[in-house]
C-alpha cells in the first residue's frame, strides 16, 4: 500500500517526502519498546523515524497529520487529511478455486457492512456478498422513490435559506 499527496491538483507519492521502509520500521520496533515498557528506547526510535521524512515533508505532511497523530478520535482532522490523500493498495484476488485462509488470516482491510459488522476484505467477495446482497438489496425502483424524498428533505431547508426576502415585507 502507498500514498498519493494531493497539493494544488497535483499529484505527489508520499515516497517524495518519506523513507516509508525507515519509517515504519523505526515505528514498529518503538512500539515493541513502548510495550515493553521501555519508554527511553521507544523514544529513541520515534526519533529515528523521523529522520525517515524529508524537510518538504515536513512542511507538507505535519500540519495534515498533527491533530490525527495527537488524538486517534478525531474524526474531523481524520477526514481533512483524507481530503489531501489517496490510499492505493492491491492485494491478491482470491475466489473459490485459490481462497487461502492464511492469506486471509493476514488481511489488514476490512469491509464495513450494512449492519455495522465488520469483515475481511479478502473474504468479502467469495464469502459475504452475495448473503449481503440477498439481505440489504432493494428493487432500484424502490431505491429511486426513496431518494428522491430524501432528496426533497434536503433540498426544502437549503431553498429556505437562499430565498432573499424584503425587509419590512410580511409574509
Known amino acids: ?32 519498546y513502548f510495550q515493553q515498557g521501555k519508554k527511553t528506547k521507544g523514544k529513541v526510535y520515534v526519533t529515528k523515524a523521523l529522520t525517515g521524512v ?6 507538507t505532511l505535519l500540519p495534515l497529520v498533527k491533530d490525527v497523530a495527537g488524538d ?19 492485494m491478491h484476488f482470491m ?7 492464511e492469506r486471509l488470516q493476514m488481511c489488514v482491510i476490512h469491509q464495513i457492512l450494512p449492519d455495522g459488522s465488520r469483515v475481511p476484505f479478502c473474504s468479502y467477495q467469495t464469502l459475504h456478498r452475495p448473503a449481503m446482497e440477498r439481505m440489504f438489496s432493494i428493487p432500484v425502483e ?30
Not at 475466489?95 to 485462509?101: A, G, M, T
Open 1 to 32: 500500500m502507498t500514498a498519493v499527496l494531493i497539493e494544488d491538483d497535483n499529484f505527489t507519492p508520499v515516497t517524495k517526502y518519506v523513507n516509508i521502509d525507515r519509517f515504519f520500521n523505526s515505528l514498529s520496533k518503538a512500539a515493541l
Open 142 to 171: 424502490e431505491w429511486r422513490s426513496r431518494r428522491a424524498s430524501e432528496q426533497e428533505e434536503e433540498l426544502i431547508p437549503m431553498m429556505e435559506e437562499t430565498i432573499p426576502t424584503l425587509s419590512g415585507c410580511e409574509a
Open 95 to 101: 475466489d473459490k478455486y485459490n481462497f487461502d485462509l
Open 54 to 59: 524529508r524537510l518538504a515533508g515536513m512542511r
Open 72 to 90: 486517534v478520535d478525531n474524526w474531523k482532522a481524520l477526514g481533512q487529511l483524507l481530503l489531501h490523500m489517496v490510499f492505493i493498495g492491491t
